[in-house]
């Protein structure tokens, strides 16, 4: 053979190489795309499964936080309702104090005096009675 048929024949062999050596690398880069494209679906849809769950529990908080401001709603109404109350109540007891009571107070002791009274008179007529017979 002569050197020249040699040399074509060693840079067909290495062109072949290279070829095969290209061919491999680019499978193994385009494994690795492939791998890579599975990764990154899964870490999207994970992402999505992560929002959606975020806005399910954002709802749920907010759901909560409205029965929370409900709740506060309805204290203030009923404590503001006890203060209405406290109110007539405290009116009706200066009414019982100042009105009622003295009233009862005087009447009581017109009874008493009243039944004092009969009571003297009573024991007067059964003396009475008592010495004419």
Known sequence: M???ALLFAALSIAAIA???VLAMTLWRLRRTIDHLDRRVDEAIRQFEMTAEDLRKTNAVVRDILLHAERGAANVAHVT???REFRKTLNAAT???QYTVVPV???VAG???GVKAAVSHV???FVRREGSHE
Do not use: K, P
């Open 104 to 106: 009862l107070g005087n």
């Open 122 to 124: 009573v024991n007067r």
């Open 110 to 112: 017109g009874l008493a």
């Open 18 to 20: 290279l070829a095969v």
């Open 94 to 96: 200066a009414v019982l």
């Open 2 to 4: 002569s050197g020249q």
């Open 80 to 82: 503001e309702g006890v």
